[in-house]
């Protein structure tokens, strides 16, 4: 017989499946059949009857996603402050002397509140400022591990941290940094089931107010919450009442409340390193992504006697760690090149496993961070060390060399020097040329024509920061290079005339082939943010783009204001500085101003267009392809723009479903027209908003 845990994790299983399955089939791209489908809702049904459990977002209770325009700014109704933080152990050991203590790993997410009345979820907040925050209730509603209701009718407000799992960031990592700002970016998201499927978790570390619960220490409060079906931090361990051996410093369970506990013996350095690494192991286990270790004082009272500054409490000190190291070899220094020219040295060491993935490379980051790091002569099976900046970008530790001067013993045939300046450039051979900016020095390629760069121009222009053409990959980008095809930026939109030929090639076929040249095609259609982000100048990102065309609206505009060099003009828009103004000023246009009147269609929104009256207060739910918009997401975002709603189903209350195929058997279709939901497409609703200008 399965155990209890056993059958939620079954559950919970079945849910994500039977969740993401819905979300496909009302898309209209179902990756299981009916029968399928409906065999994992039964034996979801008949174990939540013999288990009495329902979790928060099965699909036996209906899940309501839902889309906000904004995240609106909010008051917390308790300070949600930071705590002190330290590297020294010492310290710790000094503040721990003489009191009942709990330790708890300090997670690397973002911090956030939940507050329930009568037993219902009503406010999510994120710690923002500490005073204010965003509201984010949208989204926590539909995370797994935050239940929407819990047996518990008084008030209960916890703090917690959203997170997301080193499990669960894998399939994000080549296009995220790290699970804490993924996770960051996620929950502020406005449309709830795209962060649905980030696949965060909440985890509570401390009861601001449990009901008529007038707890005197702080573990006891973590008891409560797990009776509400809420996931604590399971890493906790407290300093009990057993005090004479390390057995002593147990889990969080079954410890008494008592008004007076026996004195604990003073912990040395060594206890406290067991501590950490006791907890580190279990997190780990979990797939929890963790920076250090809090440590509290348990005891409710001495905790609020303590005191807190205008940033952080006095009760609580966190043990931030030290990055761990990893001893391998060098084998040699390769050179990979940006769009710009810029020739960055990689050190490529023997493989090592950190944090149970396998690390080979690290950037050097330019000749002078190399030079710190390794000396001007590293060479070939010299010892490295290796740590994980916030356990995911590997970073090389600078090399203590005792014999800076004299490498006779160590070079031999298989030992020679690999960190020399190329004084040609790897991809195209010309001259490197070594430039020297406030002491920084950097390796160039010299060469306005190397294929180097240009692949890089092109990975940007329509990559996720770009234009954003979906499925084209450096490698596709290479070989339309390396076959003559692609010359210049602007021959990206001539590759159609090669079609014949590339389908022949190998690895490519004609789906392949229609998909990259669809792909291209699609990326026409852009926003003046998207377009001017895709031209890559330094220190012009999306945010600056997006700045850039809320003042400018049209790219004649914005050329114009450059072509006059009116750095006021650009100086004025908030967050554009004078580095900035001089990158936008001093880039060459020739080739972009060139793609953009021959090929580039902007879909503009337009100031006047807010508050559109054909559209503002109506209901609109979006399906099917759409072809005038780069995708759903933008044209969901033009309908908010002018006051529009927009729904991820159709109920009676929708007013339109958009949708380019009226004859579609597709579920929302056939729902609209049973409910004499009006069905239009892309054309028509462009033509209401320009009826109503």
Not at 22 to 46: H, Q, V
Not at 506 to 524: A, P, R, T, Y
Request: glycine letters at 6%.
């Amino acid at each position: 017989m399965s155990t209890a845990l056993e059958q939620e994790m079954t559950m919970s299983r079945l849910i994500r499946k039977l969740n993401q399955a819905t979300i496909a089939y009302d898309e209209g791209y179902p990756f299981i059949s009916d029968k399928e489908w409906d065999d994992m809702y039964f034996e979801l049904t008949r174990l939540e009857k013999e288990t009495g459990i329902i979790l928060p977002d099965s699909p036996t209770q209906k899940i309501n996603y839902e889309v906000v325009s904004e995240l609106k700014k909010v008051k917390h109704n308790h300070p949600m402050l930071s705590l002190d933080k330290t590297k020294d152990i010492k310290e710790i050991k000094s503040f721990l002397k003489g009191h009942d203590w709990i330790a708890m790993p300090k997670m690397d997410g973002l911090t956030c509140s939940l507050r329930y009345i009568n037993g219902e979820l009503v406010s999510a907040e994120t710690r923002g400022n500490g005073i204010e925050g965003e509201d984010i209730t949208h989204n926590a509603k539909i995370i797994p591990s935050i239940p929407n209701y819990i047996d518990f009718k008084e008030e209960l407000i916890v703090d917690g941290e959203i997170i997301c799992t080193y499990e669960d960031f894998e399939k994000f990592r080549k296009d995220y940094k790290n699970p804490r700002n993924f996770a960051s970016g996620s929950i502020r998201l406005l449309d709830s089931k795209e962060c649905y499927n980030r696949n965060l978790t909440f985890v509570v570390w401390d009861v601001v107010k449990g009901g008529k619960y007038n707890f005197l220490h702080d573990n006891l409060k973590m008891d409560l919450i797990t009776e509400n079906f809420l996931s604590v931090l399971p890493c906790c361990m407290i300093n009990n009442i057993f005090p004479n051996d390390f057995d002593g410093f147990i889990d969080n369970k079954n410890i008494p409340e008592t008004k007076e506990r026996k004195k604990t013996r003073e912990l040395d350095e060594n206890d406290l390193n067991k501590i950490i690494l006791e907890i580190k192991k279990r997190a780990k286990i979990l797939g929890y992504p963790i920076d250090g270790i809090v440590f509290k004082y348990n005891n409710i009272k001495e905790y609020e006697a303590a005191g807190r500054t205008a940033h952080h409490y006095h009760g609580g000190l966190a043990y931030k760690f030290y990055d761990e190291t990893y001893e391998t070899h060098l084998r040699y220094i390769k050179w990979s090149m940006g769009r710009t020219g810029i020739l960055t040295p990689v050190a490529v060491f023997d493989p090592i496993e950190i944090d149970g993935t396998i690390v080979e490379k690290a950037s050097l980051h330019n000749i002078s961070v190399m030079e710190d790091l390794l000396g001007d002569s590293a060479y070939y099976g010299e010892p490295l060390e290796i740590y994980k900046s916030n356990m995911i970008i590997p970073q090389v530790k600078p090399v203590i060399k005792k014999y800076r001067h004299d490498y006779s013993h160590v070079l031999s045939n298989s030992g020679a020097i690999v960190s020399q300046i190329p004084e040609v450039c790897p991809i195209c051979g010309k001259e490197v040329v070594i430039k020297n900016n406030n002491g920084i020095k950097t390796a160039y390629c010299n060469n306005p024509n190397c294929e180097g760069k240009l692949v890089n121009i092109l990975e940007h222009f329509l990559g996720k920061k770009g234009l954003d053409a979906k499925g084209i990959s450096k490698k596709i980008l290479e070989k339309t290079i390396e076959w003559g095809w692609v010359k210049t930026l602007k021959d990206i939109y001539s590759l159609h005339e090669h079609k014949k030929e590339w389908i022949n090639k190998d690895g490519f076929g004609e789906i392949s082939v229609n998909k990259i040249l669809q792909s291209i095609e699609n990326s026409k259609q852009c926003t003046l943010a998207a377009f001017i982000t895709a031209f890559g100048i330094p220190e012009i990102g999306k945010v600056a783009a997006e700045k850039i065309a809320e003042n400018f609206i049209t790219y004649e505009a914005f050329r114009e204001v450059i072509k006059v060099k009116d750095r006021e003009k650009l100086n004025n828009i908030p967050g554009i500085g004078e580095i900035m103004t001089d990158n936008i000023i001093n880039y060459d246009y020739s080739e972009v101003d060139f793609i953009y009147n021959h090929y580039i269609n902007l879909i503009e929104i337009k100031k006047e267009n807010i508050e559109n009256k054909n559209i503002k207060n109506k209901i609109f739910c979006i399906t099917g392809k759409v072809t005038k918009y780069k995708n759903r997401a933008e044209l969901k975002e033009y309908i908010v723009s002018m006051g529009g709603k927009v729904t991820d189903s159709v109920s009676k209350n929708t007013d339109f479903l958009i949708n380019n195929d009226n004859k579609s058997d597709s579920i929302k279709n056939k729902k609209a027209k049973s409910l004499g939901v009006k069905i239009i497409d892309e054309e028509t609703f462009q033509n209401m908003v320009k009826q109503a200008l």
